[in-house]
T-cell receptor, first 115, second 113 residues
Framework: GENVEQHPSTLSVQEGDSAVIKCTYS??????FPWYKQELGKRPQLIID?????GEKKDQRIAVTLNKTAKHFSLHITETQPEDSAVYFC??????????????FGKGTHLIIQP | DGGITQSPKYLFRKEGQNVTLSCEQN?????MYWYRQDPGQGLRLIYY???????QKGDIAEGYSVSREKKESFPLTVTSAQKNPTAFYLC????????????FGPGTRLTVL
């Protein structure tokens, strides 16, 4: 099955600086890579995703890059703000077109934005 | 994801008792999923269902059971066979044709005493 590794487990950055979280996956057949943000005690919220036919996707201060050859993808947050503090999870999935199995998640990165 | 509800928010049970967690969605989504989250860990897949009356085991199905009698409902039963049931349980759903884009419910925190 799929295995997703996520680094770092904790990331502390100064407000206004950029943050980068990296994930690697094992199954080359995986073709969908979402990122979720989870605040303490709450549900994970989808913040951005990328499919394997795209190398980069951007949504305001958030971007995701995908390197299929190396089997890794990264989340980039620019101009960080206090409300960006949360745990971020990457995930991978293989959708054959007949319906997707469940997501395989990384273990999460606790992002701390220092004022 | 406001159309996915889970109840109750907190649940306490004695060891050895079965307990059923509710998940309902009014989004007309075909696929539904159950995940378990432990402190400091990512989510792990328990069971999933892509269509009514059909479901598949995920990575950690032992000690759990599900049913999918209606499109909008996917209850999870935590049985006494589950060795360490205390966890945060999250239900998710996804629309047909986009079953990889999953949206989560608010979760149920189960504590077994």
């Amino acid at each position: 099955g799929e295995n997703v590794e996520q680094h770092p487990s904790t990331l502390s950055v100064q407000e206004g600086d950029s943050a980068v979280i990296k994930c690697t996956y094992s199954d080359s057949a995986s073709n969908y890579f979402p990122w979720y943000k989870q605040e303490l005690g709450k549900r994970p919220q989808l913040i951005i995703d990328i499919r394997s036919n795209v190398g980069e996707k951007k949504d305001q201060r958030i971007a995701v890059t995908l390197n299929k050859t190396a089997k890794h993808f990264s989340l980039h947050i620019t101009e960080t703000q206090p409300e960006d503090s949360a745990v971020y999870f990457c995930a991978a999935i293989w959708d054959s077109g007949g319906g997707a199995d469940g997501l395989t998640f990384g273990k999460g990165t606790h992002l701390i934005i220092q004022p | 994801d406001g159309g996915i509800t889970q109840s109750p928010k907190y649940l306490f049970r004695k060891e050895g008792q079965n307990v059923t967690l509710s998940c309902e969605q009014n989004l007309n989504h075909d696929a539904m999923y159950w995940y378990r989250q432990d402190p400091g860990q990512g989510l792990r897949l328990i069971y999933y269902s892509q269509i009514v009356n059909d479901f598949q085991k995920g990575d950690i199905a032992e000690g759990y059971s599900v049913s999918r009698e209606k499109k909008e409902s996917f209850p999870l039963t935590v049985t006494s066979a589950q060795k360490n049931p205390t966890a945060f349980y999250l239900c998710a759903s996804a629309p047909a044709g986009e079953t990889d884009t999953q949206y989560f419910g608010p979760g149920t925190r189960l504590t077994v005493l």
